[in-house]
């Protein structure tokens, strides 16, 4: 309503209340502005100008609504144009322009939004374009590099171990796909079957072939499902141990898989609704995790050496090594003791291979009898002083059950051999040297785990207890509320989100977890990465809800190949690292993991993302910027993006 058109209401009631009538067709003009203003002012105006007031007084009170009213809706109209609160001018912006919510068709997705945060100042230089890298750089592993390795020492597989480059050694450039590359299959074929192009490497299908990990047919490469331990298939390997271990009752829900070779293992438990984290060294075995990767199973790039796991304390329900070739008995069982410190009480521990058995096999393993005698006699010792009970040695494979709380174990506290690690640093563990002391279990529990999938949602043991600063059941409570809200919306931002079309995604800033859980189906599986600068160490509860992750600082590479991740979720990503190093560094680092069609959900304050969209304009990304659920006066906002299709020595299509 204009101050104008107030006035006129003022001086149409001022002379009714005199009694002086008005012109017809100003009567009428003032009916028509009236109503559009509202029904509740538009039938006061029709009365009060169908016939002449009977005196003064009343008179008066209508020209006191008239003037409260024009007032009031003048003071929201001048404070809707103020930009009073951040965010809100860019509200008034998205009314006024009406803009289309749709996104551009390269997203392949559409926005149910009020509309586009478009037409914002952003004055300045255009935005960087950033050139392909050398086609040499397809499968560059910034923190785990061929030839910077070899500079480092070799003891205790330091050299295998993450080394980052220097700022000033960093590639600024964007990692291309090789020539041919496809998407890969869908799951569930794409754990049987990855196109040739994507991973060009032979080398295992030669090492490998008498042992049915992987097998080149035409323009694919066939996974029959077989491993060292189980050339038969990991099926059946699985169902030996499930008649040990309570695998298909929910009481098992997250594995360690160390030395995973092409990760078959941990693709197969997943039809029994169990989740490996799988790791393997970038080593002369040429693209282990790739492949595992490319399968559609989760897996990172990664070795047993000097530095701890990067993954907390009491997070995984079995660890499993099938000839995964880790000295377990070295250093009185350092290795051991750092599976302990992972191995949630009451876990199992699962051995395959050398030396289990070595009375029967040392002639077919081409090893003295004495070392390999020697070998399982440490472990028995490494075992015993942990007080992992054994529950069965069938065959090559030998099975641990880890106690379930320190009661149960009294006799080790009498043991001078053992010595305990401080319970506060369990969790502390990145870039931090692992110690040959043993992790003590917690003073108290709250509550048991319940079995997957009601743990999903159920309030973890840490947070129950209070062992989680700054996180109360009630606020854990909030954070599922709000999630369940975010991941609804994301959905009618994608259509796609939950149809397959994704299946390896990444939450970089997870927090509890909250974005993966609302996720969970068996078409897709979430990397949940707690960042190692973040306020409020999350990663347990997050294992405690059933879900795999791994801490990683950002101003890093991660621990993968290039073109291995199919969305990313980066929920105040930016905000976090503000003032920590280059947002151009994480940004080429999202580019490298995502692969080409892939898309990108940012989801942080507006003027956050004004700044990321202009860098990622010269990234051959689409991007489409779109209203926070809650409405265009909510300064978050949402930046969702999709990685061009391009290959190394081509123009973007």
Same mark, same amino acid.
């Given at each position: 309503?204009?101050?104008?058109f107030?006035?006129?209401?003022?001086?149409?009631?001022?002379?009714?209340?005199?009694?002086?009538?008005?012109?017809?067709?100003?009567?009428?003009l003032?009916?028509?502005?009236?109503?559009?203003?509202?029904?509740?002012?538009?039938?006061?105006?029709?009365?009060?100008?169908?016939?002449?007031?009977?005196?003064?007084?009343?008179?008066?009170?209508?020209?006191?609504?008239? @003037?409260?009213?024009c007032?009031?809706?003048?003071?929201?109209?001048?404070?809707?144009?103020?930009?009073?609160?951040?965010?809100?001018?860019?509200?008034?912006?998205?009314?006024?322009?009406?803009?289309?919510?749709?996104?551009?068709?390269?997203?392949?997705?559409?926005?149910?939004?009020?509309?586009?945060?478009?037409?914002?100042?952003?004055s300045?230089?255009?935005?960087?374009?950033?050139?392909?890298?050398?086609?040499?750089?397809?499968d560059? %592993?910034?923190?785990?590099?061929?030839?910077?390795?070899?500079?480092?020492?070799?003891d205790?597989?330091?050299?295998?171990?993450?080394?980052?480059?220097?700022?000033?050694?960093?590639?600024?450039?964007?990692?291309?796909?090789?020539?041919?590359y496809?998407?890969?299959?869908?799951?569930?074929?794409?754990?049987?079957?990855?196109?040739?192009?994507?991973?060009?490497?032979?080398?295992?299908?030669?090492?490998? !072939?008498?042992?049915?990990?992987?097998?080149?047919?035409?323009?694919?490469?066939?996974?029959?499902?077989?491993?060292?331990?189980f050339?038969?298939? @990991?099926?059946?390997y699985?169902?030996?141990?499930?008649?040990?271990?309570?695998?298909?009752?929910?009481?098992?829900?997250?594995?360690?898989?160390?030395?995973?070779?092409?990760?078959?293992?941990?693709?197969?438990l997943?039809?029994?609704?169990?989740?490996?984290?799988?790791?393997?060294?970038?080593?002369?075995?040429?693209?282990?995790?790739q492949?595992?990767?490319?399968?559609?199973?989760?897996?990172?790039?990664?070795?047993?050496?000097?530095?701890?796991?990067?993954?907390?304390?009491?997070?995984?329900?079995?660890?499993?090594?099938s000839?995964?070739?880790?000295?377990?008995?070295?250093?009185?069982?350092k290795?051991?003791?750092?599976?302990?410190?992972?191995?949630?009480p009451g876990?199992?521990?699962?051995l395959?291979?050398?030396?289990i058995n070595?009375?029967?096999?040392?002639?077919?393993?081409?090893?003295?009898?004495?070392?390999?005698?020697?070998?399982?006699?440490?472990?028995?010792?490494?075992?015993?002083?942990?007080?992992?009970?054994?529950?069965?040695?069938?065959?090559?494979?030998?099975?641990?059950?880890?106690?379930?709380?320190?009661?149960?174990?009294?006799?080790?506290?009498?043991d001078?051999?053992?010595?305990?690690?401080?319970?506060?640093? @369990?969790?502390?563990?990145?870039?931090?040297?692992?110690?040959?002391?043993?992790?003590?279990?917690?003073?108290?529990?709250?509550?048991?785990?319940?079995?997957?999938?009601?743990r999903?949602? !159920?309030?973890?043991?840490?947070?129950?207890?209070?062992?989680?600063?700054?996180?109360?059941?009630?606020?854990?409570?909030?954070?599922?509320?709000?999630?369940?809200?975010?991941?609804?919306?994301?959905?009618?931002?994608?259509?796609?989100?939950?149809?397959?079309?994704?299946?390896?995604?990444?939450?970089?800033?997870?927090?509890?977890?909250g974005?993966?859980?609302? /996720?969970?189906?068996?078409?897709?599986?979430?990397?949940?990465?707690?960042?190692?600068?973040?306020?409020?160490?999350?990663?347990?509860?997050?294992?405690?809800?059933?879900?795999?992750?791994?801490?990683?600082?950002?101003?890093?590479?991660?621990?993968?190949?290039?073109?291995?991740?199919?969305l990313?979720?980066?929920?105040?990503?930016?905000s976090?690292?503000?003032?920590?190093?280059?947002?151009?560094?994480?940004?080429?680092?999202?580019?490298?993991? /995502?692969?080409?069609?892939?898309?990108?959900?940012?989801r942080?304050?507006?003027?956050?993302?004004?700044?990321?969209?202009?860098?990622?304009?010269?990234?051959?990304?689409? %991007?489409?910027?779109v209203?926070?659920?809650?409405?265009?006066?909510?300064?978050?906002?949402?930046?969702?993006?999709?990685?061009?299709?391009?290959?190394g020595n081509?123009?973007?299509?």
């Amino acid at each position: 309503m204009s101050p104008s058109f107030c006035f006129m209401i003022f001086r149409s009631s001022e002379s009714h209340s005199f009694r002086a009538p008005l012109p017809p067709l100003s009567q009428k003009l003032i009916e028509k502005e009236s109503c559009r203003s509202g029904p509740a002012l538009c039938d006061w105006l029709r009365m009060a100008t169908k016939t002449n007031a009977d005196g003064r007084t009343r008179g008066s009170v209508q020209i006191f609504i008239v @003037a409260g009213l024009c007032c009031f809706f003048y003071i929201l109209g001048a404070w809707q144009r103020s930009g009073f609160g951040k965010g809100d001018s860019i509200a008034v912006e998205i009314t006024r322009t009406k803009a289309d919510c749709s996104v551009i068709p390269n997203l392949s997705f559409e926005s149910h939004h009020a509309g586009e945060v478009g037409k914002i100042d952003e004055s300045g230089s255009e935005a960087k374009v950033f050139e392909p890298c050398h086609p040499r750089y397809t499968d560059y %592993t910034p923190c785990q590099d061929q030839k910077r390795a070899m500079t480092f020492p070799r003891d205790d597989m330091n050299y295998r171990e993450r080394h980052c480059p220097p700022e000033e050694e960093k590639l600024h450039c964007l990692i291309p796909a090789p020539k041919g590359y496809v998407t890969p299959f869908s799951w569930p074929k794409s754990r049987d079957y990855v196109p040739y192009a994507n991973a060009p490497y032979k080398s295992l299908t030669v090492e490998k !072939a008498i042992q049915n990990w992987i097998q080149y047919e035409g323009n694919v490469f066939r996974f029959p499902g077989g491993g060292t331990q189980f050339p038969q298939g @990991a099926d059946k390997y699985i169902d030996q141990l499930a008649s040990v271990i309570p695998i298909e009752n929910g009481t098992v829900r997250t594995a360690l898989d160390t030395g995973c070779g092409v990760a078959s293992w941990g693709a197969y438990l997943l039809s029994r609704n169990v989740i490996a984290m799988s790791f393997a060294p970038r080593d002369s075995h040429e693209a282990q995790v790739q492949f595992a990767l490319e399968r559609g199973v989760p897996a990172v790039i990664g070795v047993l050496g000097t530095i701890k796991l990067p993954y907390p304390s009491r997070a995984f329900d079995m660890a499993h090594c099938s000839r995964c070739l880790i000295p377990w008995g070295i250093n009185d069982g350092k290795y051991l003791k750092e599976v302990d410190r992972v191995l949630r009480p009451g876990g199992y521990w699962v051995l395959s291979g050398p030396p289990i058995n070595w009375k029967n096999n040392y002639k077919s393993w081409q090893r003295p009898r004495e070392e390999l005698e020697e070998e399982q006699r440490k472990i028995e010792e490494a075992a015993k002083l942990l007080c992992w009970e054994k529950k069965s040695e069938k065959g090559e494979t030998a099975i641990w059950q880890k106690r379930v709380n320190s009661d149960s174990c009294s006799s080790r506290q009498d043991d001078s051999q053992a010595t305990f690690c401080s319970f506060n640093d @369990a969790d502390d563990v990145w870039y931090k040297k692992m110690e040959g002391c043993i992790t003590p279990y917690p003073d108290e529990v709250a509550g048991e785990l319940k079995p997957f999938p009601e743990r999903l949602h !159920a309030v973890p043991p840490r947070i129950a207890s209070g062992s989680v600063p700054g996180v109360s059941v009630e606020s854990y409570l909030e954070d599922n509320k709000n999630w369940k809200k975010h991941v609804s919306a994301y959905k009618r931002i994608n259509k796609l989100l939950d149809s397959g079309r994704y299946r390896n995604v990444m939450d970089m800033n997870a927090g509890l977890g909250g974005f993966g859980a609302q /996720l969970t189906s068996p078409k897709l599986w979430v990397m949940n990465v707690v960042p190692t600068i973040a306020e409020k160490n999350t990663l347990g509860v997050i294992y405690e809800r059933g879900m795999i992750g791994i801490y990683h600082d950002w101003c890093e590479g991660f621990s993968t190949y290039p073109r291995t991740y199919d969305l990313i979720h980066a929920n105040g990503i930016f905000s976090l690292y503000n003032g920590k190093c280059n947002w151009e560094d994480i940004l080429l680092e999202m580019d490298r993991i /995502l692969r080409p069609e892939g898309a990108v959900i940012f989801r942080d304050e507006v003027d956050v993302l004004i700044k990321v969209r202009k860098i990622v304009g010269g990234m051959r990304w689409d %991007t489409k910027m779109v209203d926070h659920e809650d409405g265009p006066l909510v300064p978050e906002k949402i930046l969702v993006a999709v990685k061009q299709y391009w290959v190394g020595n081509s123009t973007s299509t």
